[in-house]
């Protein structure tokens, strides 16, 4: 079994800032099957990258997504307020535990 | 527009079954492999099953294989969870998401609340 290990677990900035988060697997997977998703408070998960790099439809393009092997990231380039939300990434029927973006 | 609709949740006693359903709309439903996701009160999304697009094919989570058993009727456009011998770790929010491409899960229900207590 896969282990999808998220990093930081929280992350505390302010809007306009750029984010950074990981997503470490516990052994090499292909860069087709990771993607990422976002989930609001009182509202299910939506899909915002997957095969690693590919914007779901609909997702703005300041979200971008990288990395290959074992290690990948999400990237905010410019935080708005809606963005403050919890992350996960996910390779089919497995979840990182999720990283929490809250407002500085 | 694609719509998944759970339904079927409640306060069920340790031991007790509980039937799951998810209504779809806005798309071929028999094109797609369907997902059942849940969400433990404050904890991260955990896979419970999945099954193929003509029902022929099914997986279940270690946590829930011998008591649950996901279904679907593409006639009526609805994907089910039975779900026996309820437990109290079985608590959570379930969500219906439709298997999208890459194997990620492009669209999900609003999920139904599961409580197992006695």
């Known amino acids: 079994e896969i282990v999808l290990t998220q990093s930081p677990g929280t992350l505390s900035l302010s809007p306009g800032e750029r984010a950074t988060l990981s997503c470490r697997a516990s052994?090499?997977?292909?860069?087709?099957?990771l993607a990422w998703c976002q989930q609001k408070p009182g509202q299910a998960p939506r899909l915002l990258i997957y095969?690693?790099?590919r914007r779901a439809t609909g997702i703005p393009d300041r979200f971008s997504g990288s990395g290959s092997g074992t290690d990948f990231t999400l990237t905010i380039s410019r935080l708005e307020p809606e963005d403050f939300a919890v992350y996960y990434c996910?390779?089919?029927?497995?979840f990182g535990q999720g990283t929490k973006l809250e407002i500085k | 527009e694609v719509q998944l609709v759970e339904s079927g949740g409640g306060l069920v006693q340790p031991g007790g079954s509980l039937r799951l359903s998810c209504a779809a709309s806005?798309?071929?439903?028999?094109?797609?492999?369907m997902h059942w996701v849940r969400q433990a009160p404050g904890k991260g999304l955990v896979w419970v099953s999945h099954i193929n697009t003509d029902g022929s094919s099914t997986t279940y989570a270690d946590s829930v294989k011998g008591r649950f058993t996901i279904s679907r009727d593409n006639a009526k456009n609805t994907l089910f969870l039975q779900m026996n011998s309820l437990r109290a770790e079985d608590t959570a929010v379930y969500y219906c998401?439709?298997?999208?491409?890459?194997?990620?899960?492009?669209?999900w229900g609003q999920g139904t609340l599961v409580t197992v207590s006695s």
């Open positions: 095969g690693a790099s």
């Open positions: 052994q090499s997977i292909s860069s087709s099957y």
């Open positions: 996910q390779q089919y029927g497995n």
């Open positions: 806005g798309f071929t439903f028999s094109s797609y492999w």
């Open positions: 998401a439709r298997g999208g491409t890459s194997g990620s899960y492009d669209y």
